[in-house]
């Protein structure tokens, strides 16, 4: 254990009620360290007084944390050799021999991922998303591409693979109870890969040690020796630090991409260790050895998705629907077509409900707009899914929709998704997101109190945490209170100018408070911020006609319609503002 003030966050003031300050759960023991660094955790958060009663068998990971209790074992171990029954596991849990290599990484998942924690681990489980959620490769934790750059704690990078994809497992390349290589230097690659191919000049380009005095100069200011450039790890897995201390390789083993860094502004191995040379050269010299081509890669398509452009949406479409490409990056790309293309991606979207990967049915789940009974028809199955999160987000989805408007016979189903939901959010409590997942939880149910308390209670654990901002704002405006909703939305705005729905949020609130000038103000720096949007353009147009600017008004529901030429609310606002100027002949077409 160390102080980390003089390195991870030096140059940054952590004041004592700031989240990530010391005494605060942003490096709390209970809730951030221990599931992972002990055994047989109970994390024993009580929900209501907020304190925890954490109990452990081990302070440290022992057997019993990968391998479950030990006493079966104990009792097979104290029988005479031939008394011992084959084919028993040697009386372990958990079976870690024998295997697929799915369920080996998943076993190791358990704390080498991203994720939110359901629950405490109990061993019993049959996919990953019965007891957490891994994070998805998406900004900000993972560069455009995909990555590494926020603690991913190697899955969700070795997920992304051709590794993974091919079979291969954490114990091919670490001895899992030392979690060193099992191998050193290129023998490691050479297990699978030929040497006669890979491990040559011809293949990495670079000079072996001996053969050259001179050194170059990484990103981290490290002088890196001859030899080290031949090293396969160093092309295909580069590093970065976390923790201020602990280098960690990106295990999604790239093959290195300086035309994707030109394109998305991300790092490539290449320029990570020569940092005194510029992306052309790196890109230039690739060329030379090894031609101008260059195979597709999804990070173009998580790129583009992420920003909304308009031509991403194809591109995604063929991510999702293409299983060779690893479920974590499908389930990425649905995500991304949920959030930015809803409407284009129905269809996308509802096969994905169905998907084999329980990854791909809950991002499916999470995004699947609902316009009207058929979509809830669609979700409707999936309150039976087997696996325990994507069901209970087909239940909180479900939720928002009257319950008289359900059949009758899925009420048990919801009701009992909706409490696994309930108590898996009130276990990781002492996080702001699962307070703010509550607050939405009650919102849906139409139970505003219990929601602002949960938003509240959120902001009180960590003030920085937006997402609580602007929904307890839109509780508020719903109970009248808008100079409270006002307040929170300015915030946001100030300190968040990337949350650009925020913008957009606070100009319709001012209009709505008739605050008209000002309302204008906001509802331009969203257009600004999503050119894309057709609805910000719409409401500027009827403000302005408002204001008596009729040029303005008329070029904003011009470009709405340009962005979505057949809206019925667009043709009309445009007829209706002409006709209201005495332009008849230039209505009659809307």
């Known amino acids: 254990?160390?102080?980390?003030?003089?390195?991870?966050?030096?140059?940054?003031?952590?004041?004592?009620?700031?989240?990530?300050?010391?005494?605060?759960?942003?490096?709390?023991?209970?809730?951030?360290?221990?599931?992972?660094?002990?055994?047989n955790l109970k994390k024993g958060f009580d929900f209501a007084k907020e304190t925890f009663n954490t109990t452990w068998s081990e302070i440290d990971v022992s057997c019993e944390a990968c391998h479950g209790p030990s006493s079966e074992h104990l009792k097979w171990a104290n029988l005479p050799e031939l008394a011992r029954p084959e084919q028993t596991n040697y009386g372990l849990v958990v079976q870690t021999s024998n295997i697929t290599s799915r369920r080996y990484v998943d076993l190791c998942a358990r704390c080498h991922t991203r994720r939110s924690?359901?629950?405490?681990y109990d061993f019993k489980w049959f996919d990953l998303l019965d007891h957490m959620i891994p994070e998805l490769v998406r900004e900000p934790s993972y560069y455009p591409d995909g990555q590494i750059l926020e603690e991913d704690y190697v899955f969700g990078s070795f997920t992304q693979s051709r590794m993974y994809m091919e079979g291969v497992q954490c114990n091919d390349c670490h001895n899992v109870h030392s979690g060193k290589r099992i191998l050193e230097g290129n023998a490691l690659c050479l297990q699978c890969h030929r040497g006669d191919v890979?491990?040559?000049?011809?293949?990495?380009?670079?000079?072996?040690?001996?053969?050259?005095?001179?050194?170059?100069?990484?990103?981290?200011?490290?002088?890196?020796?001859?030899?080290?450039?031949a090293q396969c790890i160093n092309c295909h897995m580069p590093g970065r630090y976390y923790m201020g201390v602990d280098y960690r390789r990106d295990h999604s083993f790239r093959i290195p991409r300086p035309d994707i860094s030109e394109e998305l502004g991300t790092p490539n191995a290449c320029n990570q260790c020569h940092a005194n040379e510029s992306i052309p050269w790196a890109?230039?010299?690739l060329a030379d050895w090894y031609g101008k081509k260059r195979r597709p890669h999804y990070g173009i398509a998580l790129a583009e998705g992420h920003h909304g452009s308009p031509d991403a949406y194809q591109r995604l479409a063929a991510l999702v629907s293409d299983d060779l490409y690893p479920p974590i990056v499908r389930a990425t790309a649905l995500s991304l077509i949920g959030e930015n293309y809803p409407d284009s991606g129905m269809v996308v979207m509802k096969n994905a409900l169905k998907d084999i990967e329980s990854q791909i049915r809950y991002a499916a789940v999470r995004f699947y707009p609902l316009n009207g009974m058929d979509q809830v028809n669609d979700l409707l199955p999936v309150l039976n899914d087997p696996v325990r999160a994507v069901r209970f987000e087909a239940a909180v989805r479900l939720s928002i929709v009257p319950r008289e408007q359900l059949p009758k016979t899925k009420w048990k189903a919801l009701d009992e998704a909706l409490l696994e939901y309930k108590h898996a959010m009130q276990y990781s409590g002492d996080f702001a997101a699962s307070r703010h997942n509550l607050g939405n939880y009650y919102q849906n149910n139409g139970v505003a109190d219990s929601a602002v308390v949960n938003y509240l209670a959120a902001l009180r654990i960590d003030d920085h945490f937006y997402p609580a901002k602007v929904n307890l704002s839109m509780v508020y405006n719903s109970l009248g209170q808008n100079d409270k909703a006002e307040?929170?939305?300015?915030?946001?705005?100030?300190?968040?100018?990337?949350?650009?729905?925020?913008?957009?949020?606070?100009?319709?609130?001012?209009?709505?408070?008739?605050?008209?000038?000002?309302?204008?103000?906001?509802?331009?720096?969203?257009?600004?911020?999503?050119?894309?949007?057709?609805?910000?353009?719409?409401?500027?147009?009827?403000?302005?006609?408002?204001?008596?600017?009729?040029?303005?008004a008329e070029a904003n529901l011009l470009r709405c319609l340009e962005l979505e030429t057949r809206n019925f609310d667009f043709l009309f606002a445009l007829a209706d503002h002409y006709i209201k100027q005495g332009e008849y002949r230039s209505a009659r077409p809307y």
């Not at 003030?5 to 942003?26: C, E, F, K, M, N």
């Not at 924690?117 to 405490?120: T, V």
């Not at 990495?204 to 490290?222: A, M, N, P, R």
């Open 117 to 120: 924690a359901l629950k405490d």
């Open 198 to 229: 890979y491990d040559t000049y011809d293949h990495h380009f670079h000079k072996y040690e001996g053969q050259s005095t001179l050194e170059v100069v990484d990103e981290f200011g490290i002088e890196q020796p001859v030899g080290s450039g």
């Open 283 to 285: 890109k230039k010299s």
């Open 487 to 552: 307040i929170l939305l300015r915030d946001v705005v100030k300190n968040h100018p990337e949350v650009s729905d925020a913008s957009y949020s606070l100009g319709l609130l001012l209009a709505e408070m008739q605050k008209y000038d000002e309302a204008v103000i906001f509802l331009e720096l969203a257009a600004r911020s999503i050119p894309d949007r057709p609805r910000i353009f719409y409401n500027l147009g009827l403000i302005y006609q408002y204001l008596g600017d009729q040029n303005k």
């Open 1 to 39: 254990w160390y102080h980390m003030a003089d390195t991870v966050y030096s140059g940054q003031d952590i004041p004592a009620d700031d989240w990530l300050h010391w005494t605060r759960l942003g490096q709390n023991w209970n809730g951030m360290c221990a599931d992972c660094h002990s055994t």
